[in-house]
């Protein structure tokens, strides 16, 4: 007589066939599995043993949470979010309403006409740049994209220390002097690091990036001005503050969109579009 | 404010129409059930209320492919199963990069039956946790998310495969894979049954 394997009595236990197949096959299967369970003492033992194994691994029950979690888990999202109708405007309200088909049918024809409009104030400004050629030019300025790849690079960087610092104090014991202690350094570092990232974002047109970094430069200031460290009290405060305005959870997310842009930059930069 | 009542589809059409507020329904009536499955995948509960909100961020960017004939619940617990395994992933490349560090205790839970809790079985029942919380820390990102899937949240292998990203052949070796490791590693108990 063949016996059943370990693997067909995991799948009889979980009420589904060994074989991945079809409906009627495996109603077939786990049919014949029951029959040979009926006439085999040795293969019933091993199913009750597997049983018995899997019930001692009870299913976990997770913390409770309060009756308004999903509004606290919507009040730390909301800020990173855009508005789909803005993103929408950005395509010059492309198709607000269309089908798919429509929609694909007016992006190729205001695809056209933009790039006749490109084509055309290319053309006349290159009539209009001969017709009047500037005097030299004694300097030659960095070209505005590498800047802006810089920024970037600094404000990757930054974001990602950052994030670092944050998931510390998150795990922070206050019992531990030393490494409060090293937060409040760590804090001061980047103090300084994250006033000139304001500086630089502030007029940027970016309002979660700049609101973040106020966020975050309360926050450090805090830590930072700690003169002994952070004591238990000032360690239990700083974290509910940074758990109630989830601020990493928003340098997490702003970390990440930076890091797509500085990782596209770089491609630019390797394209020699520069 | 979007109000409460609506169904998920009419949610998603009036925040594809430009009211963000909308998704705030769609989370409050989701989120408990996306911490479940996370905290039972991760079992750290900081690292599973990060795992909602990141499902959630993902869902509401990529709501545009989200097909009007799905549940938008299965949709976004299948992203949170996505983002609690990303997650597992990550943590353990970075505890294998601290090798020799010890581990948090609350790294890692599994609640097991307890059905006597008696004074003079505390101390064996708290060698017994810890041996089945090494034993699913035995097992790897894949085979843990498949098994809790099976075994705790009870999903087809059907559903494990699209959750996961593979095939349901794959699903079921993984939570096969998963009960074997599991038997193995807690063998000793029972000869103390």
Same mark, same amino acid.
């Given at each position: 007589?063949?016996? &059943?394997?370990?693997?067909?009595?995991?799948?009889?236990?979980?009420?589904?066939?060994?074989?991945?197949?079809?409906?009627?096959?495996?109603?077939?299967?786990?049919?014949?599995?029951?029959?040979? &369970?009926?006439?085999?003492?040795?293969?019933?033992?091993?199913?009750?043993?597997?049983? =018995?194994?899997?019930?001692?691994?009870?299913?976990?029950?997770?913390?409770?949470?309060?009756?308004?979690?999903?509004?606290?888990?919507?009040?730390?999202?909301?800020?990173?979010?855009?508005?789909?109708?803005?993103?929408?405007? +950005?395509?010059?309200?492309?198709?607000?309403?269309?089908?798919?088909?429509?929609?694909?049918?007016?992006?190729?024809?205001?695809?056209?006409?933009?790039?006749?409009?490109?084509?055309?104030?290319?053309?006349?400004? =290159?009539?209009?740049?001969?017709?009047?050629?500037?005097?030299?030019? +004694?300097?030659?300025?960095?070209?505005?994209?590498?800047?802006?790849?810089?920024?970037?690079?600094?404000?990757?960087?930054?974001?990602?220390?950052?994030?670092?610092? &944050?998931?510390?104090?998150?795990?922070?014991?206050?019992?531990?002097?030393?490494?409060?202690?090293?937060?409040?350094?760590?804090?001061?570092?980047?103090?300084?690091?994250?006033?000139?990232?304001?500086?630089?974002?502030?007029?940027?047109?970016?309002?979660?990036?700049?609101?973040?970094?106020?966020?975050?430069? =309360? &926050?450090?200031?805090?830590?930072?001005?700690?003169?002994?460290?952070?004591?238990?009290?000032?360690?239990?405060?700083?974290?509910?503050?940074?758990?109630?305005?989830?601020?990493?959870?928003?340098?997490?997310?702003?970390?990440?969109?930076?890091?797509?842009?500085?990782?596209?930059?770089?491609? =630019?930069?390797?394209?020699?579009?520069? | 404010?979007?109000?409460?009542?609506? %169904?998920?589809?009419?949610?998603?059409?009036?925040?594809?129409?430009?009211? $963000?507020?909308?998704?705030?329904?769609? /989370?409050?009536?989701?989120?408990?059930?996306?911490?479940?499955?996370?905290?039972?995948?991760?079992?750290?509960?900081?690292?599973?209320?990060?795992?909602?909100?990141?499902?959630?961020?993902?869902?509401?960017?990529?709501?545009?492919?989200?097909? #009007?004939?799905?549940?938008?619940?299965?949709? !976004?617990?299948?992203?949170?199963?996505?983002?609690?395994?990303?997650?597992?992933?990550?943590?353990?490349?970075?505890?294998?990069?601290?090798?020799?560090?010890?581990?948090? @205790?609350?790294?890692?839970?599994?609640?097991?039956?307890? #059905?006597?809790?008696?004074?003079?079985?505390?101390?064996? %029942?708290?060698? !017994?946790?810890?041996?089945?919380? #090494?034993?699913?820390? #035995?097992?790897? @990102?894949?085979?843990?998310?498949?098994?809790?899937?099976?075994?705790?949240?009870?999903?087809?292998?059907?559903? !494990?495969?699209?959750?996961?990203? !593979?095939? @349901?052949?794959?699903?079921?070796?993984? /939570?096969?894979?998963?009960?074997? $490791?599991?038997?193995?590693?807690?063998?000793?108990?029972?000869?103390?049954?």
């Amino acid at each position: 007589m063949k016996h &059943l394997s370990e693997e067909e009595l995991v799948w009889r236990h979980y009420g589904e066939s060994a074989n991945q197949s079809e409906g009627a096959n495996q109603s077939e299967g786990a049919n014949q599995t029951d029959e040979h &369970l009926k006439s085999c003492a040795q293969c019933a033992e091993a199913f009750e043993a597997l049983t =018995r194994d899997l019930a001692e691994i009870a299913p976990i029950d997770p913390p409770q949470r309060e009756e308004g979690y999903g509004q606290r888990v919507w009040a730390a999202l909301a800020p990173s979010l855009e508005p789909y109708a803005r993103r929408k405007r +950005a395509w010059l309200g492309l198709g607000l309403g269309l089908g798919r088909g429509a929609r694909m049918r007016w992006g190729l024809v205001y695809g056209a006409a933009l790039a006749l409009l490109v084509a055309g104030a290319f053309y006349s400004g =290159r009539q209009w740049e001969q017709q009047r050629k500037p005097p030299v030019t +004694a300097v030659r300025q960095a070209p505005a994209p590498v800047k802006q790849h810089v920024v970037v690079v600094v404000l990757s960087d930054h974001l990602d220390q950052s994030e670092r610092l &944050l998931v510390e104090l998150k795990h922070a014991e206050p019992d531990s002097p030393e490494a409060a202690s090293a937060l409040s350094d760590q804090a001061r570092n980047l103090l300084v690091a994250n006033r000139i990232c304001r500086q630089d974002v502030t007029g940027a047109d970016d309002p979660a990036l700049a609101k973040a970094l106020d966020r975050l430069d =309360r &926050l450090l200031a805090e830590m930072a001005s700690q003169p002994g460290g952070l004591d238990a009290a000032a360690l239990a405060r700083l974290q509910d503050e940074m758990n109630s305005e989830s601020l990493l959870f928003q340098v997490r997310v702003l970390r990440s969109g930076i890091s797509n842009r500085r990782k596209a930059g770089k491609t =630019r930069l390797n394209g020699g579009a520069i | 404010m979007f109000r409460m009542g609506k %169904s998920d589809h009419a949610a998603i059409r009036a925040i594809l129409a430009g009211d $963000k507020e909308a998704y705030g329904a769609l /989370v409050a009536r989701h989120s408990q059930s996306l911490f479940r499955v996370a905290f039972r995948i991760i079992g750290n509960e900081a690292d599973a209320e990060d795992v909602v909100q990141e499902a959630f961020l993902r869902g509401y960017r990529g709501l545009e492919g989200f097909e #009007s004939r799905s549940n938008f619940g299965t949709w !976004i617990y299948r992203i949170a199963v996505r983002c609690a395994l990303d997650r597992l992933g990550s943590r353990r490349r970075n505890e294998n990069d601290r090798v020799g560090e010890e581990t948090e @205790p609350e790294r890692s839970q599994v609640q097991v039956a307890d #059905s006597a809790p008696g004074p003079g079985r505390l101390l064996l %029942s708290g060698e !017994i946790g810890a041996m089945r919380e #090494s034993a699913m820390q #035995s097992l790897t @990102p894949t085979e843990r998310t498949a098994f809790v899937l099976r075994h705790m949240e009870e999903r087809t292998t059907e559903e !494990i495969g699209v959750a996961l990203g !593979i095939q @349901p052949n794959a699903a079921k070796q993984a /939570v096969f894979r998963a009960v074997e $490791k599991l038997r193995r590693r807690l063998a000793p108990l029972r000869v103390n049954r």
